[in-house]
Each structure stands twice: as C-alpha cells, then as structure tokens.
C-alpha cells in the first residue's frame, strides 16, 4: 500500500511539472531572444565580414529567419520528442553534447552535497550542542567568513595555495589527458582533480546548512518533547539522536532542495574557474557563442534536475517525518 501510495505521488508529480517545464523553456526562449545578435553575426563576425546574401543563408539555415512565435512552436515541438536541437559552434547534436558533459556535473553537483549536507549537519549539532563555549563561537567565525567569501575568489585562493605554491593539486580538468589512466587508477585521478572544485562550491552551502542546522536545534530543543523525552529518564545524547536530529534536519534538507538551481548557478563560475568539462563551463562557452539551442537545451536539462531533487525531497520530508503523508 506505501509503494503504491508513493508511485502513485511520483507520477502526479512527474505530471504537474510538466506544465511547469514547458513555462520555463518558453520564458527562457524569450529572454535569450532579448539579447543583441544571433548565430549568424557571431559566424559572420568570425569570418571578418559577410554579405547579406550569406547572412540571409546562414539565418535560413538555423531557422531564424521564421518568427520568433513560430521558432518558439518548433522547439517546444522538438522538446516533446526529445530533439533539443542542432549546435552550430560544436557541429553535433545538442541532446548527445550534453550527455557528454552531464555526467561531470552530476559528479560534482552530488559530491558538494553530500559534503555540505553531512558536514553542516555535524558541525550545526557541535555548535548547537556548545552554546556560547568556544566550539560554537570557532563554527560560527568560520561559517560567517565562508559565507562572505565570493565563490571565484575562493576558488583562485585555493588554487594559488594547494596547486601553485604546495603542488598538491591540479590546477584544472578533470584528468589527466596524456596518462590515459584506466580502472581504479581514473577513479583515483579524477577525485584528485575533483578536491578543489568541490570544495570551493561547498564552501558557501556548508556555511549556510552550518547556520540552518544550529538554529534548528536550539530550537527543537525547546520543544515539549524534550521535556517529555527528559522526564523519562532519556540521556541528553538519546534525545539528540534519538528525537531532536530528526526533526531538526528537516529544514536542511528543504533549502538543500530551493538550492539546487542555485548550485547548477554556482557550478557555471567553479567549472569556468577551474576548466571542469560539465555543463557550467559548456553554457558560458554557448552564451558567448549565442549558441541559442545549447543554451535552451542546457537550461531544460537544468530544470528537470531542479524538479527532481525538489520530488526526491518531498520523499526524502516523508521518510524524516512520518507524519508528513504523500499525497
């Protein structure tokens, strides 16, 4: 009956956010539209001058000459069948583009969540559980200096300290190209490529879960079940694990899931900082490009993946929380 129940809620959803897609690939089809020029200067201006009669070919060829209406009917058209487009700077199609640069992304997207999930956690309960003592006010200076701290500066720091100075780790990539490395051997490269980008990312999120976390605390201990929980004999640590830490991470876990949009944002200023092959350095390469498809297609894959961390989260609040029902 819970399975049931809990499919039953995943596809309602599925279901409701497909009306809520196809709004955000039309606003995002029309705010790129606002931007100056088109695929056909950005070619004409590469080839140092172009006559009309090319530009008119060139914006036959990609479609742009229609009206924006009727361009903006044939890519919702193609998004119903899975045909994201062609990509003019690339020479491929846009859906097998991004299947080569998604999976970096995911690894990194995953890798600063878990790290800014469980460590905020951690740290929010140590700082929670030593009000006013020096272990509070240490987590509290750092998580305020982490916060304050721009994402791109952190990321050029880190690499001036650990790459430049200690040669500890790469500057940039993902592997290195020339070891041609296999097995265990890659997955050991590609972490050790991964330490420095993911910790520039998960710096800022690890502050904010950091903060989240102790309030949530503080204030689930003053609730009446603690009281209670006390009154039964139950030591201040059971109640901690047992009750309190329960409840308490519910609010991490619904900001993790509002974020997700904002990390893919935060990821587009990492990638681009640290050369990472995901699809942040792939879209400031397309909007410089105005590869207006790559964009659109990055930007619809961008919104399946928030849909789906904010349905993962819905079951994750009912998992938490037995008293939240799927509905």
Same mark, same amino acid.
């Given at each position: 009956?819970?399975?049931?129940?809990?499919?039953?809620?995943?596809?309602?959803?599925?279901?409701?956010?497909?009306?809520?897609?196809?709004?955000?690939?039309?606003?995002?089809?029309?705010?790129?539209? !606002?931007?100056?020029?088109?695929?056909?200067?950005?070619?004409?201006?590469?080839?140092?001058?172009?006559?009309?009669?090319?530009?008119?070919?060139?914006?036959?060829?990609?479609?742009?000459?229609?009206? =924006? %209406?009727?361009?903006?009917?044939?890519?919702?058209?193609?998004?119903?069948? +899975?045909?994201?487009?062609?990509?003019?700077?690339?020479?491929?199609?846009?859906?097998?583009?991004?299947?080569?640069?998604?999976?970096? %992304?995911?690894?990194?997207?995953?890798?600063? +969540?878990?790290?800014?999930?469980?460590?905020?956690?951690?740290?929010?309960?140590?700082?929670?559980?030593?009000?006013?003592?020096?272990?509070?006010?240490?987590?509290?200076?750092?998580?305020?200096?982490?916060?304050?701290?721009?994402?791109?500066?952190?990321?050029?720091?880190?690499?001036?300290? +650990?790459?430049?100075?200690?040669?500890?780790?790469?500057? $940039?990539?993902?592997?290195?190209?020339? &070891?041609?490395? #296999?097995?265990?051997?890659?997955?050991?490269?590609?972490?050790?490529?991964?330490?420095?980008? &993911?910790?520039?990312?998960?710096?800022?999120?690890?502050? !904010?879960?950091?903060?989240?976390?102790?309030? %949530?605390?503080?204030?689930?201990?003053?609730?009446?079940?603690?009281?209670?929980?006390?009154?039964?004999?139950?030591?201040?640590?059971?109640?901690?694990?047992?009750?309190?830490?329960?409840?308490?991470?519910?609010? =991490?876990?619904?900001?993790?899931?509002?974020?997700?949009?904002?990390?893919?944002?935060? &990821?587009?200023? /990492? #990638?681009?900082?640290?050369?990472?092959?995901?699809?942040?350095?792939?879209?400031?390469?397309?909007? @410089? $490009?105005?590869?207006?498809?790559?964009?659109?297609?990055? @930007? +619809?894959?961008?919104?399946?993946?928030? =849909?789906? /961390?904010?349905?993962?989260?819905?079951? &994750?609040?009912?998992?938490?929380?037995?008293?939240?029902?799927?509905?």
């Amino acid at each position: 009956m819970i399975w049931r129940k809990g499919a039953a809620f995943v596809v309602g959803r599925l279901l409701l956010a497909v009306p809520v897609v196809l709004t955000i690939v039309a606003l995002n089809f029309f705010l790129l539209q !606002l931007a100056p020029g088109d695929a056909a200067d950005v070619l004409a201006g590469e080839a140092g001058s172009a006559t009309p009669e090319f530009m008119a070919q060139l914006r036959q060829k990609f479609g742009l000459d229609q009206p =924006v %209406s009727m361009q903006l009917l044939l890519y919702i058209k193609q998004v119903f069948t +899975f045909d994201l487009g062609y990509s003019f700077r690339h020479s491929m199609s846009v859906s097998d583009l991004i299947l080569t640069r998604l999976g970096p %992304s995911l690894l990194l997207m995953l890798t600063v +969540f878990f790290v800014a999930i469980v460590f905020g956690v951690t740290l929010g309960s140590l700082a929670a559980r030593n009000l006013n003592q020096w272990k509070d006010r240490m987590i509290s200076l750092l998580t305020v200096m982490a916060y304050a701290t721009p994402v791109f500066w952190a990321g050029l720091m880190l690499i001036v300290v +650990f790459s430049i100075k200690l040669g500890w780790f790469p500057t $940039s990539g993902m592997q290195q190209v020339a &070891a041609f490395h #296999e097995g265990w051997a890659k997955v050991f490269d590609i972490a050790h490529h991964l330490v420095l980008p &993911a910790l520039t990312l998960s710096l800022f999120y690890l502050a !904010l879960y950091t903060r989240l976390m102790r309030a %949530s605390v503080l204030e689930q201990f003053s609730m009446d079940y603690v009281v209670t929980a006390r009154a039964k004999g139950l030591t201040e640590t059971q109640i901690a694990y047992r009750h309190v830490l329960r409840n308490a991470i519910l609010p =991490v876990v619904t900001m993790a899931g509002v974020q997700a949009g904002g990390l893919l944002g935060g &990821a587009v200023v /990492v #990638e681009t900082v640290f050369a990472w092959p995901g699809l942040g350095l792939l879209a400031y390469e397309a909007l @410089f $490009s105005r590869d207006l498809n790559l964009l659109l297609g990055i @930007f +619809f894959i961008s919104t399946c993946l928030v =849909v789906l /961390v904010n349905l993962i989260v819905d079951l &994750a609040y009912s998992l938490l929380d037995p008293r939240i029902q799927l509905r």
